[in-house]
């Protein structure tokens, strides 16, 4: 099999925004007297805007809609990130910079279109993309593959050509699910549980080790390919 692309989830893999969204359902939470749990973290991780405000409206008996439930915890996260609260993870310029000169590149992110192009943007990392889609523009959130199918297919390729980065439970059985293959960093804050962690291909314990084995792929299905017969 020759991989010739690469698809990040970006929560987690390429900033470390996982804790500020977990504060922001914390806090809507508690505005209606209800404590958002870890439990509650690990269920909605990966799932796509409406998904996760749908439940947190649900969990905290607000009489809000759950457009307005988004947009109360998307409005605080835009302020985080402009804040500076969402840096990039160590090694994650570098990676995606390195990456991307190689072979194209797309972002599968359960974040908002606001949240991708807001992170992208103060980090100068939009024009190494060559394709960015939000789980909010499919049809299922993460564990289902929607996300990064659409991401492989907006690439020109199947999700068996791509290898596919994720720090979740959720994101990496979406990838899975979606035929790529799996390069696991388990996010320290929240980690993969285990049968999750089992679909990985991969496990990295950093953005520079995610890069060297990316780089070596991507270069063996170079190679791959060059060897076959014309």
């Known amino acids: 099999m020759a991989l010739a692309a690469v698809v990040f989830d970006m929560d987690g893999v390429l900033v470390d925004s996982e804790h500020l969204w977990e504060e922001n359902w914390v806090a809507y939470a508690a505005r209606y007297g209800v404590e958002w749990t870890p439990e509650d973290t690990s269920t909605v991780q990966g799932m796509s805007a409406p998904e996760w405000a749908a439940y947190l409206a649900r969990r905290s008996g607000?009489?809000?809609?759950?457009?307005?439930?988004?947009?109360?915890?998307?409005g605080g996260m835009i302020a985080a990130i402009g804040d500076g609260r969402a840096p990039l993870l160590p090694g994650a310029a570098a990676m995606v910079t390195e990456v991307s000169a190689v072979a194209p590149v797309a972002l599968a992110s359960s974040a908002p279109r606001t949240v991708i192009?807001?992170?992208?943007?103060?980090?100068?990392?939009?024009?190494h993309f060559t394709a960015?889609?939000?789980?909010?523009?499919?049809?299922?959130?993460?564990?289902?593959?929607?996300?990064?199918?659409?991401?492989?297919?907006?690439?020109g390729h199947s999700g068996a050509d791509c290898l596919g980065v994720e720090d979740s439970s959720n994101g990496i059985r979406a990838a899975a699910a979606a035929g790529l293959t799996v390069v696991a960093l388990p996010n320290r804050g929240y980690p993969p549980k285990p049968d999750a962690l089992a679909l990985a291909d991969s496990v990295a314990d950093s953005n520079d080790a995610v890069r060297r084995i990316l780089l070596d792929s991507l270069r063996d299905g170079a190679n791959t390919t060059a060897g076959r017969p014309a």
């Not at 607000?62 to 109360?72: I, K, L, N, S």
């Not at 192009?117 to 024009?127: G, H, R």
């Not at 049809?139 to 492989?152: F, H, M, N, T």
């Open 62 to 74: 607000t009489d809000e809609t759950a457009a307005q439930v988004e947009r109360a915890v998307v």
């Open 132 to 155: 960015t889609v939000s789980s909010a523009e499919v049809p299922r959130g993460k564990p289902s593959p929607d996300v990064y199918l659409e991401a492989a297919s907006r690439l």
């Open 117 to 127: 192009d807001a992170v992208l943007a103060a980090y100068s990392l939009t024009e």
